[in-house]
């Protein structure tokens, strides 16, 4: 059974840092695309950055130069680094693997923006 738990989001003020971690079990995690979401209430769950198993990374515009997308295989962890935080990026951040027709979720993290 694979399962994915998201970790290290909370509260932060304008202008700050968090990193937030998913952590796998249950299958090969090197063989994954990773992808970060986000959601708020009333909106559909966007694409926030993308690591492929080759580490090819892309990230959507309104985060380019802010967050930073990574992968420890032999942890079976990915990564998102946030920095320079703004009260829009306020949301619940979900962790996604796939590969094929498997795709996964996490069960999300609350990442609040504000002073």
């Known amino acids: 059974q694979v399962q994915l738990v998201e970790s290290g989001g909370g509260l932060v003020q304008p202008g700050g840092s968090l990193r937030l971690s998913c952590a796998a079990s249950?299958?090969?995690?090197?063989?994954?695309?990773i992808g970060w979401y986000r959601q708020t209430p009333g909106k559909y769950r966007e694409v926030v950055a993308n690591?492929?198993?080759?580490?090819?990374?892309n990230y959507v515009d309104f985060v380019k130069g802010r967050f930073i997308i990574s992968r420890d295989n032999a942890n079976s962890t990915a990564f998102l680094q946030m920095n320079l935080l703004k009260p829009e990026d306020t949301a619940v951040y979900y962790c996604n693997i796939r590969r094929g027709l498997k795709n996964y979720w996490g069960q999300g993290t609350q990442v609040t923006v504000s002073s």
């Open positions: 690591i492929t198993w080759s580490r090819v990374t």
């Open positions: 249950g299958t090969v995690f090197a063989i994954y695309d």
